[in-house]
């Protein structure tokens, strides 16, 4: 009788504390897309509904289109850049014995220690150096590099999960290192690159400090910097019902990304933690 008890008390627990976790995470939300479609400024008049904010905010600026544009491009160049990096580099580091492979792994986690801040000045610098000032591009190829320690990391152990045995094999049938990894084991480290593209386009879509610093040209912004110039306001005026959807339409992507992908991304997390 205690064994029962006990696990219908541990699973009143859990999921008693789930309903509470799920209700503080998702509340702000419900809260902010309500907001949107209710009231004087949504509707023009009295407590109704309407789609009055999303009105404003398509035309704001640039325009929605836009900034959803600008964003979309930084955020596949950021996904693509550090996908093939980090999977090349952690095929190598987990595959191949080469002089200083531990040195070159722990510089790049380096990366982790050291300030956001105290390089977006060099990297301002450097960046108008090689053209790539004031361009997406540019922006893409920043954000790309401080995904690669995390992206490293994780494609390295997704690598290092796989049996050895199958590109011994791979091997022996007459296959270069290189259509191994592309006939054999990528296929296997398929959650793992999922996930390492998931953190990318999650921290891309929504950087704020890097493309305010980085673009200069108003019609380049992408939607964070759009929604933060909207609610700096004119003459110290701020429309919140426009800034609500401007966060409602930046969350409705990021939302959609993850429950697309959640199960690679659980799978990505769990794929290093046994080897064989």
Not at 21 to 44: C, D, E, K
Not at 98 to 108: A, D, H
Not at 168 to 177: F, H, K, N
Not at 186 to 213: C, D, Q, S
Request: proline content about 5%; some cysteine; hydrophobic content about 55%.
């Amino acid at each position: 009788m205690s064994r029962p008890r006990h696990r219908v008390a541990r699973s009143a627990g859990f999921y008693s504390t789930s309903t509470v976790l799920a209700v503080l995470f998702l509340f702000p939300m419900v809260w902010t897309l309500f907001s949107s479609v209710h009231g004087r400024q949504a509707s023009g008049h009295g407590n109704g509904w309407g789609i009055d904010d999303y009105k404003r905010l398509f035309h704001y600026g640039s325009g929605l289109p836009a900034y959803l544009l600008n964003t979309t491009v930084v955020a596949l160049i950021t996904v693509c850049v550090t996908v093939v990096a980090t999977t090349l580099g952690g095929y190598a580091v987990a595959r191949f014995d080469f002089p200083g492979k531990n040195v070159l792994f722990l510089i790049t986690l380096a990366i982790l220690m050291v300030p956001y801040a105290t390089i977006l000045v060099p990297l301002y610098v450097f960046l108008g150096w090689i053209g790539l000032q004031n361009s997406l591009i540019g922006l893409g190829l920043v954000l790309a590099m401080f995904q690669l320690p995390f992206g490293l990391f994780m494609m390295r152990n997704s690598f290092e999960a796989l049996p050895v045995e199958l590109e011994e094999a791979a091997l022996i049938d007459g296959c270069t290192p290189t259509g191994v990894l592309r006939r054999v084991l990528l296929r296997g480290v398929a959650p793992g690159m999922v996930t390492v593209a998931l953190f990318a386009f999650l921290a891309a879509w929504n950087e704020f400090v890097a493309p305010l610093i980085f673009l200069t040209d108003g019609a380049k912004f992408t939607l964070p910097v759009a929604l933060f110039n909207l609610e700096a306001g004119n003459f110290g005026s701020v429309d919140f019902g426009a800034l609500q959807s401007g966060v409602v339409t930046a969350a409705v992507p990021c939302v959609a990304v993850f429950l697309l992908l959640q199960r690679y991304y659980v799978r990505g997390f769990t794929s290093g933690a046994l080897k064989g």
